[in-house]
């Protein structure tokens, strides 16, 4: 049996079938639905209503799986300079925000949830030949040990520390940004779900 939507998505769904949840990020303009489109680079381009837009919208990628409880899912969105999008994830590059806004939420379609920060970084797109930690590449820990791995990278790469402990079995949520400090940089906040 389907489980029923949340009756304030159920409108919203029937405009736009690719809505998979809503992340809202208290101190911030981050307040908007989250789509997947099977062609991600549409959804650069293009709001929610499909209208052409340099704003583009919230995404995940198709591989992303929002409502199991899979290791980690990508959120991504444009880093505008007016602070639209995620133009006010840039926030988190400073401790002290974080420690007043160290929680937010995603809704999936079916359930709300909550996440506490666990690491913030600046990274980049990699060639596919670099054999170096790739955020953006990791969906799924089959082992404790891939778990490890990507744990411990986060936390390493961290401008801070967030004190949060993880450990395998738990999951993630993943919000990436484009960051101007080398070519194809990102700006990256990874949050561990708290319920």
Same mark, same amino acid.
């Given at each position: 049996?389907?489980?029923?939507?949340?009756?304030?998505?159920?409108?919203?769904?029937?405009?736009?079938?690719?809505?998979?949840?809503?992340?809202?990020?208290?101190?911030?303009?981050?307040?908007?639905?989250?789509?997947?489109?099977? =062609?991600?680079?549409?959804?650069?381009?293009?709001?929610?209503?499909?209208?052409?837009?340099?704003?583009?919208?919230?995404?995940?990628? =198709?591989?992303?799986?929002?409502?199991?409880?899979?290791?980690?899912?990508?959120?991504?969105?444009?880093?505008?300079?007016?602070?639209?999008?995620?133009?006010?994830?840039?926030?988190?590059?400073?401790?002290?925000?974080?420690?007043?806004?160290?929680?937010?939420?995603?809704?999936?379609?079916?359930?709300?949830?909550?996440?506490?920060?666990?690491?913030?970084?600046?990274?980049?797109?990699?060639?596919?030949?670099?054999?170096?930690?790739?955020?953006?590449?990791?969906?799924?820990?089959?082992?404790?040990?891939?778990?490890?791995?990507?744990?411990?990278?986060?936390?390493?790469?961290?401008?801070?520390?967030?004190?949060?402990?993880?450990?395998?079995?738990?999951?993630?949520?993943?919000?990436?940004?484009?960051?101007?400090?080398? =070519?194809?940089?990102?700006?990256?906040?990874?949050?561990?779900?708290?319920?």
């Amino acid at each position: 049996m389907e489980p029923a939507l949340l009756a304030r998505y159920v409108l919203l769904y029937e405009k736009n079938k690719d809505l998979v949840g809503w992340l809202k990020i208290e101190g911030t303009q981050i307040d908007y639905p989250v789509v997947r489109g099977m =062609d991600y680079e549409y959804y650069l381009h293009h709001n929610f209503y499909g209208d052409e837009d340099k704003y583009g919208c919230l995404f995940v990628k =198709d591989i992303a799986d929002v409502d199991t409880p899979g290791t980690n899912f990508v959120i991504y969105g444009h880093n505008m300079k007016d602070g639209a999008m995620f133009g006010e994830l840039d926030f988190y590059q400073k401790e002290d925000f974080w420690k007043e806004h160290p929680i937010f939420s995603f809704d999936t379609l079916y359930e709300e949830r909550s996440y506490e920060i666990a690491a913030v970084f600046f990274s980049q797109i990699y060639g596919n030949e670099e054999n170096v930690f790739k955020y953006y590449e990791f969906y799924e820990a089959e082992t404790p040990e891939e778990f490890t791995m990507f744990y411990e990278n986060i936390k390493k790469l961290s401008l801070y520390d967030t004190g949060v402990e993880a450990s395998y079995g738990d999951t993630f949520l993943t919000l990436s940004t484009c960051a101007y400090h080398v =070519d194809d940089g990102r700006f990256v906040v990874i949050a561990k779900r708290m319920s």
